[in-house]
């Protein structure tokens, strides 16, 4: 396991800490609609994976383990004792790997439009997608990432959305992206994630294909104390497109175990 790292992160809002993990290619900008219904309640973090943002980037391949690690340090520096945690995408495994980890730095988590309980065809699909970028690259691959990740509605009202979220993609390195898409493509929650007793949100979109209500429903199933939500039309792009929509369900699911 390589050494953690000291993460880029904002902190935005007052009351109880909540850390925000994002997704693949991503940044912490991607929670900056949610905070803005969160934040007059809660203290929220936001923060850049390794390799992503303003974060460090040390050469590749990552791990969980390290992701989970560069989490633990940052709530180190932060001086934090507990927090909420939430995480989209990739983050929604990072949130519950940190809290099988460190259980009692876990107030609650919030996994929201990640994956567990794959089939042998779901992997294949998602390890079909790295495949392909591997070999044609990653730019050839964003039209098909572009239409699982927004709806054609939000496409055509919100082009430049999708433009930035495509160049945040493209400005990731290339073997940074390959490395975190592996992880996702290759974690499988579903041996342990019984072991998480935390009180927890699982939230998704009802039309993601890779992270779809069938998936999300298993993983609140296995869970002790989770709640299941599922968001109408939406696809994987929840925090881009809909932030309104999640900042609902999530900030009665805080306030109930704040």
Not at 26 to 52: K, M, Q, V
Not at 109 to 132: I, N, P, W, Y
Not at 134 to 163: C, D, H, Q, S, Y
Request: one cysteine or more; a neutral charge; hydrophobic letters at 45%.
């Amino acid at each position: 396991m390589a050494s953690p790292i000291r993460s880029a992160f904002s902190v935005e809002g007052e009351g109880p800490a909540l850390i925000l993990i994002h997704g693949i290619g991503a940044s912490r900008r991607s929670w900056d609609g949610l905070i803005a219904g969160l934040r007059h309640e809660f203290r929220c973090i936001s923060y850049d994976l390794r390799g992503h943002g303003r974060s460090p980037a040390p050469s590749p391949p990552y791990s969980l383990d390290d992701l989970v690690e560069d989490l633990e340090r940052l709530r180190l520096e932060l001086g934090l004792e507990r927090a909420h945690f939430a995480g989209h995408s990739l983050g929604g495994m990072i949130g519950p790997a940190y809290a099988r980890k460190y259980p009692t730095r876990v107030r609650s988590l919030g996994l929201f439009s990640t994956a567990a309980f794959r089939t042998e065809d779901d992997a294949a699909k998602v390890k079909g997608v790295v495949a392909a970028m591997r070999a044609r690259g990653i730019a050839p691959v964003l039209e098909t990432l572009k239409e699982r990740w927004f709806t054609p509605e939000f496409m055509a009202r919100r082009p430049e959305v999708i433009e930035r979220r495509m160049q945040q993609v493209i400005e990731t390195r290339a073997d940074v992206f390959l490395s975190v898409f592996d992880i996702y493509a290759m974690t499988e929650m579903s041996s342990w994630l019984h072991e998480i007793a935390q009180p927890a949100l699982v939230l998704t979109g009802e039309n993601d294909g890779g992270c779809n209500p069938r998936l999300n429903g298993a993983i609140a199933a296995a869970m002790p104390n989770a709640t299941l939500a599922i968001l109408p039309a939406l696809r994987h792009a929840i925090l881009l497109e809909a932030p309104e929509q999640v900042a609902a369900p999530f900030l009665a699911f805080l306030r109930q175990h704040a």
